[in-house]
């Protein structure tokens, strides 16, 4: 981020000074020349078009995630937000008057993104600049390593206050949401034909992503937004460092034993519920030791104590969860397993203290499941289930905490 600081105190010191005193050169927002694309793998592109070159800054911070521009000075009153925004890698933008004096603009991400670039260009006849920034997806430890917002001579804002994470209709806070596309990279878990199920999970994260920020009640973090192997214990980590509500992991396996068709989900047990449950509990914790990273006997005797304690209060609530997304897959029509209620010892649900859930969509096995897989349609139902269940879910959650007296 240094090199970046560097280029802005040398654009402050280019434009600073003329700025500061003359406020009528306040800089339009040109809403044909702005907007936020999604550059697929590459990242996310922000151009902002100015009728002026003005000092600015970039920075970010977490929980939630954000990506800050101040700006010294801008009217955004050009810009129309749906014309302005058009990635859903982004979850919401604000932008308006900050301080006086101070413009800020704010871009709330589902998933940790690095700035890679950012240049102003000043057109030397016309005068408009142009802003460009570039964003890369990373991880939470790089995002959190350099969050927060800079301390700079001339910079003389106050702290840039959290902003509270949008109120619901109810007056509740938003339910964070840590979705887990199951596998990636090295293991691209069930493989069939010319798809497998690390893309096909990451494809449908995205679109439940989409469905749940539209509701306006959710906020999503994913611990992958890109085809990237991520072991099963740091799954757990980014969701507890993300603060999240509830861990929901994605999977369509391949499956020979039993009847292997129709949505499933799963809640954490130490004896699995049947033996296929077992095997595709043993084939997942295997992908870590395949990467190295060996999840057994991690946790020590007397954490160990304390683990089962918070997990006692939180295994109520996941099997709640789990039901609540079955019945919400169900009115949609499934199709649904016989059985889609089952528990597995899955090491990616250990996290004790956040209500975790495995839902198998299907079986990239059985061919109706792989056909509704790959099927947009089907998918977009499938997610305004979960949709509906993770609603359903949170109402009946907050009642019964509110008994209970949490
Ligand atoms: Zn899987």
Request: charged fraction near 25%.
């Amino acid at each position: 981020m240094s090199r970046i600081f560097y280029a802005l105190a040398l654009i402050w010191a280019l434009t600073g000074a003329a700025v500061a005193q003359d406020f009528s050169a306040l800089a339009r927002a040109l809403p044909e020349q702005s907007r936020i694309v999604d550059e697929g793998n590459t990242g996310v592109r922000l151009d902002l078009g100015l009728s002026q070159g003005v000092p600015y800054r970039v920075f970010t911070l977490r929980d939630p995630y954000r990506i800050v521009l101040d700006f010294q000075e801008v009217d955004w009153s050009g810009l129309n937000r749906e014309a302005f925004l058009r990635t859903s890698r982004i979850s919401s933008i604000q932008y308006g008057a900050y301080v006086p004096g101070w413009s800020r603009l704010v871009l709330e991400l589902g998933a940790p993104l690095a700035v890679e670039t950012v240049d102003l260009r000043v057109d030397e006849t016309t005068g408009a600049a142009h802003l460009s920034l570039h964003l890369k997806g990373t991880d939470f430890d790089s995002f959190a390593a350099s969050a927060g917002a800079p301390r700079q001579p001339g910079w003389d804002l106050p702290e840039p206050a959290v902003i509270p994470a949008l109120p619901q209709r109810d007056g509740t806070r938003a339910l964070r949401v840590m979705l887990d596309p199951g596998h990636g990279g090295i293991d691209p878990g069930a493989e069939v034909a010319d798809t497998n199920e690390k893309t096909l999970m990451l494809t449908f994260s995205r679109e439940l992503r989409e469905a749940l920020l539209r509701t306006g009640g959710f906020e999503v973090v994913m611990t992958r937004v890109d085809d990237q192997f991520v072991s099963l214990e740091r799954r757990i980590a980014l969701a507890h460092r993300a603060g999240a509500d509830v861990f929901i992991s994605l999977h369509a396996d391949s499956l020979s034993e039993g009847l292997a068709h129709g949505a499933v989900v799963y809640t954490l047990s130490e004896e699995a519920s049947d033996i296929a449950s077992r095997k595709l509990a043993e084939r997942h914790d295997r992908s870590d030791l395949i990467a190295g990273v060996d999840l057994s006997g991690s946790d020590d005797q007397v954490a160990d104590v304390l683990l089962d304690l918070a997990r006692q209060e939180t295994k109520p609530r996941s099997t709640a969860l789990a039901q609540s997304l079955v019945d919400g897959m169900a009115q949609q029509g499934g199709p649904m397993n016989r059985r889609p209620l089952r528990s597995a010892s899955f090491s990616v649900l250990k996290a004790a203290d956040i209500p975790s859930v495995l839902v198998e969509l299907g079986f990239l096995s059985s061919p109706r499941d792989l056909k509704n897989i790959s099927d947009p349609g089907w998918r977009a139902s499938m997610a305004h289930g979960l949709v509906l269940g993770l609603e359903n879910w949170r109402q009946d959650d907050l009642v019964k905490r509110s008994l209970v007296g949490q």
